[in-house]
């Protein structure tokens, strides 16, 4: 079975890999050989588990956050899993949408446009500096640049299952996708700003379908479930 999960881009963001370039930037951003940002799988599996676990934490009862718990566990995997408490959704890399990318590659590949053309295009440079507090002056070595992916675009991922998912695990998938609402380098200093949605592999989103379960579902129902 396949999902979606849409992500637009509110602010300016930073798919940070790690790195610079020396004389350029001090953070760049993730790439493919085309120039065109992306976020790892890893990295968006990572940020929706954390979510997911704090909205668990929430919860005011105790058989509910063990309920959730253990959905959270089969969707995201238990780290150091077995082969029997793997993930039942394998996360995909969030890309631009497939035509955009078809149409990127095939400039660049008939050497119309280069992958530095293509990057610079759906980026720009910021640059930020830490001020001392006490005479307001710039602090001597702290000026900084890193590249940011330019607000407005849209990039989706694909979420797998072997099996359909379970009501539970979408209901949990739908609001760690509405929680998701900061990524990338630099969330907590005002970039990274998104909106997040989750479809079905017919395009339709259905986000709001299943946040009534989240919030609703009985306690008689969970413990039949763990039983």
Same mark, same amino acid.
């Given at each position: 079975?396949?999902?979606?999960?849409?992500?637009?881009?509110?602010?300016?963001?930073?798919?940070?890999?790690?790195?610079? =370039? @020396?004389?350029? +930037? %001090?953070? /760049?951003?993730?790439?493919?050989?085309?120039? *065109?940002?992306? !976020?790892?799988?890893?990295?968006?599996?990572?940020?929706?588990?954390?979510?997911?676990?704090?909205?668990?934490?929430?919860?005011?009862?105790?058989?509910?956050?063990?309920?959730?718990?253990?959905?959270?566990?089969?969707?995201?995997?238990?780290?150091?899993?077995?082969?029997?408490?793997?993930?039942?959704?394998?996360?995909?890399?969030?890309?631009?949408?497939?035509?955009?990318?078809?149409? =990127? @590659?095939?400039? +660049? %590949?008939? /050497?119309?446009?280069?992958?530095?053309?293509? *990057?610079?295009? !759906?980026?720009?440079?910021?640059?930020?500096?830490?001020?001392?507090?006490?005479?307001?002056?710039?602090?001597?070595?702290?000026?900084?640049?890193?590249?940011?992916?330019?607000?407005?675009?849209?990039?989706?991922?694909?979420?797998?299952?072997?099996?359909?998912?379970?009501?539970?695990?979408?209901?949990?998938?739908?609001?760690?996708?509405?929680?998701?609402?900061?990524?990338?380098?630099?969330?907590?200093?005002?970039?990274?700003?998104?909106?997040?949605?989750?479809?079905?592999?017919?395009?339709?989103?259905?986000?709001?379908?299943?946040?009534?379960?989240?919030?609703?579902?009985?306690?008689?129902?969970?413990?039949?479930?763990?039983?």
């Amino acid at each position: 079975m396949r999902y979606k999960l849409k992500i637009k881009l509110l602010s300016d963001t930073t798919f940070g890999r790690g790195d610079g =370039v @020396a004389g350029l +930037v %001090d953070q /760049e951003v993730e790439h493919d050989k085309y120039g *065109l940002p992306y !976020l790892r799988g890893r990295t968006l599996k990572g940020l929706l588990s954390e979510e997911c676990d704090n909205l668990i934490s929430i919860l005011p009862d105790e058989n509910q956050r063990n309920y959730w718990t253990s959905i959270a566990c089969q969707l995201f995997g238990i780290p150091g899993s077995k082969l029997e408490t793997t993930a039942a959704m394998h996360i995909g890399d969030a890309y631009l949408p497939e035509d955009l990318r078809q149409a =990127v @590659a095939y400039e +660049v %590949d008939n /050497e119309q446009l280069t992958n530095q053309d293509i *990057l610079h295009s !759906l980026t720009t440079i910021r640059r930020q500096t830490a001020i001392n507090y006490e005479n307001g002056v710039a602090e001597k070595g702290s000026l900084r640049s890193f590249r940011v992916v330019i607000r407005d675009l849209e990039f989706q991922a694909d979420l797998l299952f072997e099996k359909q998912p379970s009501d539970a695990m979408l209901s949990l998938l739908s609001v760690g996708t509405l929680a998701l609402r900061r990524l990338g380098s630099g969330r907590n200093r005002g970039r990274g700003h998104v909106c997040c949605r989750l479809h079905d592999a017919d395009g339709k989103d259905i986000t709001e379908d299943y946040l009534n379960l989240f919030a609703t579902i009985k306690l008689e129902t969970m413990t039949e479930d763990n039983s």
